[in-house]
Every structure is written in C-alpha cells, then in structure tokens.
C-alpha cells in the first residue's frame, strides 16, 4: 500500500487525488486535518487495502469519526506511525534494560564495600586476636563473605552479559528501522529524505577535502502516458525495472535514490562530469535496450526511456545548488528530444 500511495500522491495524478479525499472527508463529515487528510487519501488512493477495509467496517458501524479513533487508525496501519512506534518501543526496551543493569552496579557496588569492612574489621582482630579460636572464627567469616562475594560477582557477569546480548539485539533492531525509514519501499533505493541528508554531507566532505562531487539526475521519458495507458502497477514494474539498473550502477561509494515519482537522483563523490557522463549514457542504453512485458498477461510493452542532467559542485556551493543546475540540465535534455543525457558543465560553457 504505502510504495503504490506515494507514487500516486507525488505522479500526475497527485491533484486529482487530493481532490477527491477532500470531498470523501466532506461527505463523511470529517475535519480536514493532517492526520485525517493522511490516513483517508489511503482510503482513495488503495480502496482495496486494509485501512480502507477497516473504514468502510467503521462507516457501516456508524461510529464518528473522532481523533482518537484517527489517531488508532494511523498507530495501526499507516507506515510512518507503525515505524515511530518501533523507535519507541525499542528505545523503552533500551531504557529499561539500562535501568537493571544500573541496579545491578549499584547492589555489586555495595556489596563490594561491605566486603572492604568486612576486611577491614577482620585485619584488626587478626592484630587483636589472643587464641586460636579468635583466629579461626575470623577466618571461617572472610571465607564465608568471600564465597558470598564471589557468587554476586558471578552473577553480576551473568547479567552484564545477559545486557550486552540485549543491547546488540536492540542496537540491530533500531539500525533496521533506520534502514527502513531511508529506503524507498518501491525500488529499495534510498528515498528522498535519505538523500538529501547525504548530499548535505557529501558536499561538507567534499568542501573540506577539496575532492570533486558531481550530481546526477534521471527521469523516465513520458512516464505519465504510460502509467494511463497500462495503469499504476506497471507503472510500478517499471519504475523498479529502471531502479535495479541505477542501483547496479550506483554501487558504494556512489549514492543513488528515488527522488520522487519517476524521478532518481545519484551522487558521485570523487568522479568528474566526464565520467559521470559515461556512466549516464550506459544507464540509458541498458534501459532503452530491453523491450519489457506486462507481468499479468504478458502483453509487450515496448521500450522506455529515460533522460539524465548531471552537474559538478563548485567550490563554495551547496547541495541545492548543484540539484537545480542538474535538474536545469535534465530539463534541457527533455527540450533536446529526451533519451539523452545533458552535461551541465558543457551547457554552461555554451552558453
């Protein structure tokens, strides 16, 4: 549901879509919050899915539609609540596992110092001592307070070890969740967010070392007219389909990520525009070389293609800059005819 919605609400018929969750709302008598406007354009844009299911169950009930309610609703089926919820829980699951192994120290801490007394008292009465029997009596109480202190610390290990499992476990937990809220659910590249966090840092990494970074970006040529024409889940085949060779081509230490809709985004740290420009133009032709096939009913769907700008950042410049001296660079290869890749340094000097 959620790669399927956020291809509709960022494609062309984005607008239409709004439209029409805005009047369900209105006719089921519903604020126009947010959160409802959220969870209701799910209800629009996958009628079939489980949340819609789950208002329709509500709409027949009869039940108002009340924040509380919305708020349940999103803590259950939308992704973004699901995700906090997890960072959450597991930061709790952290916090209390802390928490013991804090009690822990503190009860070893203090066992550790009535065993300091207990040596302390014995090393005096040892001086003090006049018999045998003063002496064994002495000695049977450091044995038996050693043999105590001895089986805190045993278990004392055992709970520390038991804390360091769970922590790693946790830690694991979260890096996966982390990974989940960076990853585009469609394509399984990066998404925007985790995009634009990495080219702030590529371009903090390049302006001090004073390296090269060049930014690319790629668009599926007249995506609209082939989503209306084969409808959204092809559409979704074949934005995966031109992913899987951006991320073969983007490998580490190149950053590559759906940028929104039909459109990726990729960062070279390091690599000038003429190599950029290379790899570019093999991304082009492997896709426009492959003739694709309707998965359902095997129906040939042709041939696509896609259209590439791409840009090297200039001493001083952010990240924002080189995006739209890219994105310019795109634009002037979809005036160009498209299936084409626009150098924007040549551009530049052209003009």
């Known amino acids: 549901m959620s790669a399927d919605f956020e291809t509709r609400m960022r494609g062309p018929d984005a607008y239409k879509l709004a439209h029409e ?18 969870i209701w354009s799910h209800f629009v844009a996958d009628p079939n899915g489980e949340l819609a299911l789950e208002l329709r169950r509500l709409i027949l009930s009869g039940e108002p539609m009340t924040e509380v309610m919305s708020e349940e609703l999103a803590a259950a089926y939308l992704p973004k609540a699901r995700l906090n919820d997890q960072i959450r829980d597991a930061g709790d699951q952290l916090s209390k596992e802390l928490a013991a192994v ?6 070893a801490q203090k066992s550790t110092e009535t065993y300091g007394q207990t040596l302390a008292s014995a090393g005096k009465g040892l001086t003090d001592a006049k018999d045998t029997t003063q002496i064994k009596a002495m000695v049977d109480s450091l044995s038996t307070a050693t043999r105590r202190v001895q089986k805190e610390n045993k278990s004392l290990e055992k709970r520390l070890a038991e804390s360091t499992s769970e922590v790693q476990r946790l830690r694991e937990h979260l890096e996966q969740v982390r990974r989940d809220a960076t990853t585009d659910g469609l394509t399984n590249l990066a998404n925007r967010k985790a995009f634009d ?47 899987s060779v951006i991320g073969r081509m983007g490998c580490t230490p190149r950053f590559s990520a759906r940028y929104g809709g039909e459109e990726f985004a990729m960062i070279f740290p390091g690599e000038d525009a003429a190599i950029v420009e ?13 003739m694709l096939k309707r998965r359902s009913t095997n129906e040939d769907l042709g041939t696509i293609t896609i259209s590439s700008g791409l840009a090297t950042r200039r001493e001083g410049e952010s990240g924002a800059c080189v995006m739209d001296r890219a994105d310019a660079a795109l634009y002037a290869s979809k005036r160009g ?13 052209a003009a």
């Open 21 to 38: 969750t805005l009047d369900v709302m209105e006719r089921h008598a519903v604020w126009p919050t947010p959160l409802n406007f959220e």
């Open 102 to 107: 804090s009690t822990a120290i503190r009860e």
């Open 197 to 243: 966090d990495e080219l702030a840092r590529a371009c903090a990494d390049a302006e001090e070392s004073g390296t090269l970074l060049t930014l690319a970006v790629l668009d599926i040529d007249h995506f609209k007219n082939f989503n209306d024409t084969w409808g959204h889940q092809t559409g979704d085949q074949v934005i995966r389909y031109v992913a």
């Open 278 to 290: 290379q790899c570019l133009e093999e991304i082009r032709e492997e896709v426009a070389s492959r």
């Open 337 to 349: 005819g498209r299936n084409r890749v626009t150098n924007g340094e040549i551009v530049a000097v």
